[in-house]
Every structure is written in C-alpha cells, then in structure tokens.
C-alpha cells in the first residue's frame, strides 16, 4: 500500500507518513507490538517529531492494510494477524524483514506460486500474443546470458540487479499474458517475492541449478502454445526454486 498522495504543498509531509507508515508497520509485522498493543496521535506525533496530521494519516495508512483499528474511546489498537492486508506489497515486505515471519512468509509465496503460475503458463500458451511470446523467449535468453557471464569477470552489483529485473518481468508476463486478469493482478505481489528475497538473503541473486534451462523450455512451449507442456515445466521449475530454498 502506498501512503496517500498529497499533490500540493506536502513535499515535505509526504516522505515524512512513507517512513513512519515504513517503520511502525515494521514494528507491527515483527511483534514488537502485539495485538492489543494501543497508540494514541499524541504518543505518534512525539515519538517522531511530526504533527497531529501527519500522525493521523499514518494511521490511517496502517488501518488500511488492516495492522491497525481506530476507535472513539479506545485509541489505536494494533490488530491480530488474520486482519492484515496480506497481499499488500508492504505488508509481505515487512513479513519478509521480519525474522519471526520470514519463513512463513516464503512458504505461504511459494505455495501461492505453485497454485497459480503452472496454470497461468499453460494459459499463456492459449492466450499471449505474438508480441508476448517473442518477449517470452527474449527474456529467457537474457537470462542465460546474464548467468554465463565469464567467471573470472565475476557478478557485479549491476549483473545481479539486471539479472533480477528480467526474471521479475519473465514470471510476469507469464501472469499477464495469460488473459487473467486476476492473475495479472498478482504481479506485485510476486515482485515483493522476488525483491523480498534478493534484499533480505533468503534467496540467491543467481539461478537456482537447472532453472535456466526450465526458463528456455517453459518460453519454447508458451511460443509453440503448448499449454500442457507449459504447465508441467512451470510446475517443474518452481519445484526447483522451492527445494532451493529448504
């Protein structure tokens, strides 16, 4: 969830909600304050130098993805778990960072992964267009390339990061492409998967062995729109990445 927007006059206000909104929904995540755990905008605006306004809208923020309630005559009231927002970005980023919630948190991915992305590819075999497709199979050859980069050269920080931006956009276009729109829809949360991963070292910037040629495969039959095929390589290669991860 990003926080509000304020288009005029709140450049300085603006930065201020995204880091507190940030940093209490961080708190919140990693159970420094359990549920039942009360605020009030005053103790906020103290805490961290800002305004009532600006305490207020965060919130407002964090009651929007379900981490806080308001109430009359009991303040803020931090809530239990099964009240969040729980395909926010945000709130799957702070479940990442948090290590009382990270291994969870890959787990619930991956299952959610393996529930959908076999069955988006073998729809993307049906449904993508040519464009797709021959971006489908471009991508998985960068892939390759970016991997079999010289060893002696080694990986630098730009490699991992182009490395992640295309595989990022490999597993989305697969969603997109599928002619789902609630598929589509998914596409940030995976993002926070793969960036959650890459940031908090609980997955390697590299490719997990055998994915490469999985990637190559599951591109070729979503291009020939072999949907059977496509599912069953998807399926395959997402194993790979989950035994990775173990």
Known sequence: M????????????APL???VFD???????????????QFTLHAISER?????????????????VGLVAAGRRVGITVLEQRHWALFDPAVISWRLAAPTQRS????SLNELRMAV????????????????RAEILELASTLVHLAKM??????QEGDAADFLATDLRFHSLLLEASGNEMFAALVPVFFAIHSGKTVFGVGADKPVANTLDLHQELAQYVSDGDGIHAERTSHALLHEVARSLE
């Open 2 to 13: 990003t926080p509000p927007h304020h288009p005029h006059g709140a450049t300085a206000t």
């Open 17 to 19: 909600l995204g880091s």
């Open 23 to 37: 940093e209490l929904g961080r708190e919140i995540v990693s159970g420094a304050h359990p549920a039942g755990t």
């Open 48 to 64: 961290f130098g800002i305004s009532r306004t600006v305490a207020r809208e965060t919130m407002r923020a964090l009651e929007h």
């Open 104 to 107: 969870a948190q890959l787990a």
């Open 117 to 132: 992305e076999p069955v988006a590819a073998r729809q993307a075999a049906d449904n993508a267009s040519p464009q797709q």
């Open 150 to 155: 010289p060893a002696e050269a080694g990986r």
